[in-house]
């Protein structure tokens, strides 16, 4: 009988891996770069990020944006190297050639979209839409979102921000001199759109939970079991735990059930036991396993 090749099948998933990942991040390369031309530079919304400030320096400077957005992701690029090291750079490669190249392609495309008759609004929402998915893409890819992370890392590390305030901070200021350059309304149109990109890159990222996993310490355990065992058809499993303050034992019931079983669930467990104490947060990624009834 031949053993199991663990190195083999983890040099196949390794292949397969960098494959799909390659793929992915291509294609979101290709839907923020898409996005870019346009939603932001066509009608100079400054949105934050370094394609935020390559809007900024390509009007004033009159220079290929594609090669302002190259430059920029280059000093990023040192930046990361200076103060993270090899390793951390490395990962910045691939985005800070590939994107300014997908910019420079992708304008030949959106040149021959007309949204003369579009609502502004409405440009903004969709650009929003498109630059989280192609984000969101770029992260779940394995690759380095790069551009301005790097500083948000350094002030992260030196200024002891969060990576999220550090990011505020930076596009706050981007979108202030977009409104003083361009006008307050296209500053507007920046934070709706960053809002609307903020939001999709999160559900692309992390996913839209379908379920909810439920944590029940109730005085009436057997009677909650009994009604997700029998009635919604669900397992749950009991676990042993300890009050932090009383130190008393208690049974905790864990189980997992479709958001459209959530409200149910909720209910049925106030009406067993009005003193139940229960947490409930989402579920990315689970597998409901619902008990089949007898014929």
């Not at 692309?204 to 996993?213: A, E, F, P, R, Y």
Request: hydrophobic share 45%; net charge positive; aromatic share 14%.
């Amino acid at each position: 009988m031949s053993s199991f090749d663990i190195n083999g099948f983890l040099n196949d998933l390794r292949k397969k891996n960098f494959a799909r990942n390659l793929m992915t991040f291509l294609y979101g390369v290709i839907v923020a770069s898409f996005a870019f031309n346009l939603f932001y530079q066509r009608y100079n919304v400054v949105a934050g990020g370094s394609t935020g400030l390559s809007i900024l320096l390509n009007d004033f400077l009159s220079i290929d944006v594609s090669l302002i957005l190259f430059i920029l992701n280059l000093i990023c690029l040192t930046i990361g190297l200076i103060f993270f090291g090899w390793g951390y750079a490395a990962k910045m490669l691939a985005i800070t050639f590939i994107y300014p190249l997908f910019v420079k392609l992708t304008l030949y495309g959106t040149d021959l979209i007309d949204l003369e008759d579009t609502s502004m609004f409405l440009v903004m929402i969709i650009g929003g839409g498109l630059t989280g998915y192609g984000n969101g893409l770029i992260r779940n890819s394995g690759y380095s979102p790069g551009g301005f992370y790097a500083l948000y890392d350094v002030m992260c590390k030196y200024l002891h921000v969060s990576v999220g305030t550090a990011n505020a901070i930076i596009n706050v200021i981007l979108i202030s001199l977009g409104g003083f350059y361009f006008g307050l309304e296209m500053a507007i149109y920046a934070i709706i759109s960053l809002l609307v990109s903020s939001y999709i890159v999160d559900r692309v990222t992390i996913g839209i939970s379908d379920n909810k996993v439920f944590y029940i310490i109730t005085e009436r355990p057997i009677e909650v079991k009994e009604y997700v065992n029998d009635k919604l058809n669900y397992d749950i499993t009991i676990v042993n735990a300890r009050g932090g303050y009383t130190n008393k034992k208690k049974k905790m019931l864990m189980c997992v059930v479709p958001t459209i079983e959530y409200v149910k669930l909720k209910e049925i467990v106030n009406e067993i036991d009005n003193k139940a104490f229960f947490l409930i947060v989402d579920a990315y990624e689970s597998t409901v396993r619902k008990k089949c009834k007898n014929m």
